[in-house]
């Protein structure tokens, strides 16, 4: 299996810019969950997906900050404006409803970074 | 709310030395414990974990055991190599029909020869 795969694993853009992440989950998996690293916060959950209907969206920081799920395999996440504060590893992970006590699987992340 | 609190970092430990992370959480039900180790400019990836109390997690040498009284999941590993140098984050879902993960901060370990 390829596991979870994010692209593009690294991005470099202005102020004010629109971004977008995208992440395809592990063929089968059900959930599919949104992350961000940074130091100062370390890991935050944004949204998750299940059998791509958003479950809980209460992480994501503002209204500049947008997720879909068009289908099983594929999801978006959409910054527009971007600030400099939202530099950071975005993490998308999934896991399968009955597997090994909701293990989440991680992709490689994007590393962003807001100019 | 649940949440879990590791010790601060970061680390640093000679080749073989022995390797304790403390990890504690708060937790509503009967929570899943897990470790998670990211390795530099990589995802996270599950070490091990445990489902219920007195379960010991291990996987590649690292041990962990549930212990439900302390409210504790440490992270042991009794002789370090270079390659354990990474980042672990102690985790916890909440139970049946939770599938959302809360991460401590993470613990940075480095490993000199």
Not at chain 2, 35 to 44: D, F, R
Not at chain 2, 78 to 102: E, H, K, R
Request: proline fraction near 5%; charged fraction near 20%; aromatic fraction near 10%.
């Amino acid at each position: 299996d390829a596991g979870v795969i994010q692209s593009p694993r690294h991005e470099v853009t202005e102020m004010g810019q629109e971004v977008t992440l995208r992440c395809k989950p592990i063929s089968g998996h059900d959930y599919l969950f949104w992350y961000r690293q940074t130091m100062m916060r370390g890991l935050e959950l944004l949204i998750y997906f299940n059998n791509n209907v958003p479950i809980d969206d209460s992480g994501m920081p503002e209204d500049r900050f947008s997720a879909k799920m068009p289908n099983a395999s594929f999801s978006t996440l959409k910054i527009q404006p971007s600030e400099p504060r939202d530099s950071a590893v975005y993490f998308c992970a999934s896991s399968l409803v009955g597997g090994s006590h909701n293990e989440q699987f991680f992709g490689p992340g994007t590393r962003l970074t807001v100019l | 709310g649940d949440s879990v609190t590791q010790m601060e970092g970061p680390v640093t430990l000679s080749e073989e030395a022995c390797l304790t992370i403390n990890c504690t959480y708060t937790a509503t039900g009967y929570p899943s414990l897990f470790w998670y180790v990211q390795y530099p400019g990589e995802g996270l990836q599950l070490l091990l974990k445990a489902t219920k109390a007195d379960d010991k997690g291990s996987n590649k040498g690292f041990e962990a055991t549930y212990r439900k009284e302390t409210t504790s999941f440490h992270l042991e590993k009794g002789s370090v190599q270079v390659s354990d140098s990474a980042v672990y984050f102690c985790a916890l879902t909440s139970g049946a029909g939770s599938y959302q993960l809360t991460f401590g901060k993470g613990t940075k370990l480095s490993v000199i020869p």
